[in-house]
């Protein structure tokens, strides 16, 4: 309790963060008077009423969903994961004028399937999409998720499409 006294900023990052209801219990104990910055990084799978009234409470909360594909590209690379629920709960967060929303996206083999719809989503509920690497300095150096990991065919079939493209992310 000395220390939450005294804090300015919190992060939740994973693991899942809405798994850990302590994590609900800590943010209720924060003083909205004094805290400047609530950054949250979730799959976004577990968001429930208790963590919305949690944070309703704050001027501003940085929600950072990781999405490696919509519809079936999610259900299939989360496994355990069901687009529908995922797809309601980031038109929660929306509807919450205190929260800013974002996307983060791994790049990896399966963006070749998966990238163009994403952005195609995110684009049309502007939502900010940031692509990380798996870890710094594996794409352009060689290692397996580079292009040459995918057959011939699917890596034209999004070379195409990445040709086309002209939005945001080019």
Do not use: C
């Not at 687009?83 to 963006?111: G, K, P």
Request: a neutral charge; zero cysteines.
């Amino acid at each position: 309790k000395d220390v939450l006294a005294t804090v300015t900023s919190v992060s939740f990052t994973g693991g899942e963060p809405l798994l850990v209801p302590e994590v609900i219990d800590l943010i209720n104990s924060l003083d909205p008077k004094k805290i400047r910055k609530i950054e949250i990084v979730t799959n976004l799978t577990k968001l429930n009423d208790r963590f919305l009234s949690a944070i309703t409470k704050f001027k501003k909360v940085k929600i950072s969903v990781s999405l490696e594909g919509t519809h079936t590209h999610n259900d299939y690379i989360r496994f355990g994961s069901e687009w529908n629920t995922l797809d309601n709960n980031i038109n929660r967060l929306l509807a919450e004028s205190n929260i800013e929303l974002s996307a983060s996206h791994v790049l990896q083999h399966t963006s070749l399937f998966a990238l163009p719809g994403l952005i195609k989503f995110v684009e049309a509920l502007n939502i900010p999409l940031h692509l990380n690497e798996v870890y710094h300095g594996s794409y352009p150096s060689s290692g397996v998720l580079s292009l040459r990991s995918a057959d011939l065919t699917t890596a034209n079939h999004f070379k195409s499409w990445l040709n086309t493209y002209q939005g945001t992310y080019k």
